[in-house]
């Protein structure tokens, strides 16, 4: 059975950073693209930041490039979530998501989901 368990979410004052994990098991994702995606209250659900799966091929939303930094450990089978300079609008919360196809695009769909972290920026 997969699973991605998602972890570092938190209550931060805004300019603050946290470190958001995504471990995944019950199969090996080190050749597939990985990303991060957000919901707040009454939004829809919107994509964050996705990493192919060597690592070298990174992207991000407009609204937190040059802030979050996505990152993988594919040794771990892990995902990370580097997130400097929040802000109040950063508040959601935080799905971790893998793809079912090995070397599949980063933006393109993904099959596996988090049940989500809680990050809340406090102005």
């Known amino acids: 059975q997969v699973q991605l368990v998602e972890s570092g979410g938190g209550l931060v004052q805004a300019g603050g950073s946290l470190r958001l994990s995504c471990v995944a098991s019950?199969?090996?994702?080190?050749?597939?693209?990985m990303g991060w995606f957000r919901q707040a209250p009454g939004k829809e659900r919107e994509f964050v930041a996705a990493?192919?799966?060597?690592?070298?091929?990174?992207y991000y939303a407009d609204s937190v490039k040059g802030r979050f930094t996505i990152s993988r450990d594919n040794a771990k089978n892990t995902v990370y979530l580097q997130m400097n300079s929040l802000k109040p609008e950063d508040t959601a919360v935080y799905y971790c998501?893998?793809?079912?196809?090995?070397?599949?695009?980063?933006?393109?769909?993904?099959?596996?989901w988090g049940q989500g972290t809680q990050v809340t920026v406090s102005s």
């Open positions: 998501a893998a793809d079912s196809t090995d070397y599949g695009s980063p933006i393109g769909e993904y099959d596996y």
């Open positions: 019950g199969r090996t994702f080190r050749r597939a693209a």
């Open positions: 990493i192919n799966w060597s690592g070298g091929s990174t």
